[in-house]
């Protein structure tokens, strides 16, 4: 239909004024109004299956009023702009047509072509723009609703207002539950800093898309999030909060930067190896020489410096070899194996360790936690690496142990957790190079060796710690 063409449906059962009001409408400038008559009630029901752009109905139409024919053109186009035409001036049809969902109400002999016209153009005008509406409202509560990130509506207070099933599920959130009344999103936010910066977005109705903060989800958990923060449409005081949880992409950035830093090292190992191991066999050689070629009286004088030397090459093989034998993927002999019972395994063989300490052990082995591929030998070795440590960092009597296993996206998760000293954070980025160990008697190759054998398995490893706290560590594998 082109835009200065408009069809109405005049629905009246006086032949009479059909031709008036066609007359009428013929006198508009400004549309052509093609108008198609209806008699009765039974006749509009037949012409609905065509689409008209306004209608226009006799409020009194035999049996039927014209109220019955409006709830009928409603029933078939919800926004359609329906105007109800009456003899006489009455209030209460009036009431009674714009509840049922008319547009206008004239009253017959007091308007003229002008002001019907103009009547049915806003009516249609008005239609479009409700129906518009209803589309956009139904475009926004899907992506409301369905948005994979936590959405909610805060006001300058971080009152939250209304928000989308995602936060509900993320952040367990029942508004049937009356303890959670009032609440304010700038209650989970953890830091001091983050709580003064959102009071000052709020209070200056800024729109900010990278305010990055630690929240609080339940009662022990914490993440790391990007929140996105919108001033409402409307200006009614209200903001649109998105949160976008950053933790699973520190996590995989994590994950990866340690692969690569393992490989690097592995690689810096190798030429270690080769570019000393060379050199110190012809030292060693040239030592074992001197033994042979020096007379009696000079080795007397020098005393045990041969020895010495020897000793400390033999010392440096040694390191060597064991800095390539932990930053090389090692062969593995694979077998399936429940998880849980290498833990159980790990557990036993530190279960001294546990009693001499008096610390308390939880275990939270999952049940439904599946088998794993792996050289249960070395898996063990690498799980009772991690658990002395903790042992170590525990104070008797009050250190905590938990060790527990769950399975997420197709992954066996093990986490091992002591509430110990903690490690500070400067040193967390060093925790798996080798050599480096805060142990007066370390090695200082434990956690190397832990780290090359969890990779060997094709898993992941990180920690997390702090300090007066305790640490934490991830270890993910592939699930059968």
């Known amino acids: 239909m082109e835009e200065n063409r408009k069809k109405v449906l005049y629905v009246d059962d006086d032949p009479d004024d059909f031709l008036l009001i066609e007359k009428m409408l013929k006198g508009y400038k400004t549309i052509t109004f093609e108008l198609t008559h209806a008699k009765s009630f039974n006749e509009t029901q037949n012409l609905l299956n065509e689409r008209f752009d306004a209608y226009l109905v006799d409020y009194r139409l035999g049996a039927e009023s014209g109220i019955d024919v409006l709830g009928l053109i409603k029933k078939n186009q919800k926004h359609a702009p329906v105007i109800i035409l009456t003899g006489m001036e009455n209030g209460q049809v009036d009431n009674q047509a714009m509840e049922s969902g008319a547009s206008d109400y004239l009253v017959k002999g007091a308007f003229d072509s002008q002001m019907l016209g103009r009547t049915i153009r806003y009516a249609i005008r008005d239609a479009e723009l409700h129906e518009s509406l209803e589309i956009a409202g139904r475009k926004f509560k899907n992506i409301f609703e369905k948005a994979a990130d936590p959405i909610i ?9 209304d928000f989308n099933p995602s936060f509900s599920q993320k952040f367990d959130y029942n508004p049937k539950n009356k303890d959670f009344f009032p609440f304010y999103f700038i209650d989970l936010l953890v830091e001091n800093q983050d709580k003064e910066k959102l009071k000052d977005i709020l209070s200056t109705d800024l729109d900010i898309l990278d305010f990055e903060a630690k929240i609080k989800i339940g009662t022990d958990k914490v993440i790391l999030a990007i929140i996105s923060i919108v001033t409402n449409e409307g200006n009614d005081g ?55 070629e020096l007379p009696d009286q000079v080795k007397e004088e020098s005393g045990d410096l041969l020895d010495t030397i020897k000793k400390n090459c033999g010392r440096i093989n040694q390191l060597i070899t064991e800095l390539l034998d932990s930053t090389r993927f090692t062969e593995l002999e694979a077998q399936r194996y429940p998880l849980n019972d290498i833990l159980e395994e790990a557990i036993e063989t530190v279960e001294d360790r546990i009693e001499l300490k008096k610390i308390k052990l939880i275990k939270q082995l999952s049940p439904e936690i599946g088998d794993v591929n792996v050289d249960v030998g070395k898996v063990k070795i690498a799980f009772v690496n991690i658990m002395v440590n903790a042992i170590e960092a525990l104070d008797c009597e009050f250190g905590i142990l938990k060790i527990k296993s769950s399975n997420k996206a197709d992954k066996c998760v093990v986490e091992i957790s002591d509430n110990g000293v903690g490690i500070p954070q400067e040193n967390l980025d060093r925790l798996f190079e080798p050599f480096y160990t805060s142990k007066p008697t370390g090695s200082g190759l434990g956690l190397t060796n832990t780290q090359n054998i969890i990779y060997s398995h094709g898993g992941t490893i990180r920690v997390q710690s702090k300090e007066g706290m305790g640490t934490t560590f991830f270890i993910s594998l592939d699930c059968i």
């Open 153 to 161: 509506l805060v006001n300058k207070d971080s009152l939250i207002i």
């Open 238 to 292: 209200l903001f649109q909060l998105m949160i976008k949880d950053l933790t699973g992409l520190k996590i995989r950035d994590e994950e990866l930067y340690n692969l690569r830093r393992f490989s690097s090292t592995g690689r810096i190992a190798r030429l270690l190896a080769h570019e000393v191991k060379n050199p110190l066999t012809t030292i060693l050689l040239s030592a074992e020489q001197l033994g042979y």
